[in-house]
T-cell receptor, first 109, second 118 residues
Framework: GIQVEQSPPDLILQEGANSTLRCNFS?????LQWFHQNPWGQLINLFY???GTKQNGRLSATTVATERYSLLYISSSQTTDSGVYFC???????????FGKGTLLTVNP | GAVVSQHPSWVICKSGTSVKIECRSL??????MFWYRQFPKQSLMLMAT?????????EQGVEKDKFLINHASLTLSTLTVTSAHPEDSSFYIC??????????????FGPGTRLTVL
């Protein structure tokens, strides 16, 4: 099956710093989503981005489908950004998402 | 928009009992819902795909007789863990697929249900 690799696995930042999270995938996809899982377990949709670039406030994402990777940018990080960031992809007509292992982000005050 | 609820948010039960978890899409209709399982500090693993009005499709290794799924309406899917054992303790998360242009292109997730089997 399709492989999804996220890096780095862990990231510690000081409040105000910027960061880039990466998601590599092994085959063409028709759906790529970025999620933030907060400490209570809720997954929050950040971006639906099978290709191109999107921005939402301090967050932005870029997917280069031809090179099979996606990047999530977090600028001016805040302590509330802490949690696990997941990249998930699907391909074909079944719409089943395959999740990466996530990046655990800790933002210290 | 695109809110998904789950009930209960946590449950503790004795070994051998059955537990039902509900997943509802509150402000949209979901032809397809998905059930995931997440162990501590691990990623989400898809258990099954639930389609309204038809039988669920289970992933390899998931026992369909143990994890009963019913998708009775376009806004409700249920997961019943039958004869629960301590190894079934986990965080169960559902998602509902939102369709546009004929494709289920975005999944929205419920808040999860933490199951502890004693």
């Amino acid at each position: 099956g399709i492989q999804v690799e996220q890096s780095p696995p862990d990231l510690i930042l000081q409040e105000g710093a910027n960061s880039t999270l990466r998601c590599n995938f092994s085959d063409s996809v028709n759906n790529l989503q970025w999620f933030h899982q907060n400490p209570w377990g809720q997954l929050i949709n950040l971006f639906y981005i099978p290709s191109g670039t999107k921005q939402n406030g301090r967050l932005s994402a870029t997917t280069v489908a031809t090179e099979r990777y996606s990047l999530l940018y977090i600028s001016s990080s805040q302590t509330t950004d802490s949690g696990v960031y997941f990249c998930a992809i699907s391909r074909g007509s079944n719409y089943k998402l395959t999740f990466g292992k996530g990046t655990l982000l800790t933002v210290n005050p | 928009g695109a809110v998904v609820s789950q009930h209960p948010s946590w449950v503790i039960c004795k070994s051998g009992t059955s537990v039902k978890i509900e997943c509802r899409s509150l402000d949209f209709q979901a032809t397809t819902m998905f059930w995931y399982r997440q162990f501590p500090k691990q990623s989400l693993m898809l258990m099954a795909t639930s389609n309204e009005g038809s039988k669920a499709t289970y992933e390899q290794g998931v026992e369909k007789d143990k994890f009963l799924i019913n998708h009775a309406s376009l806004t409700l899917s249920t997961l019943t863990v039958t004869s629960a054992h301590p190894e079934d303790s986990s965080f169960y998360i559902c998602s509902a697929g939102r369709t546009s242009g004929g494709a289920t292109d975005t999944q929205y997730f419920g808040p999860g249900t933490r199951l502890t089997v004693l």
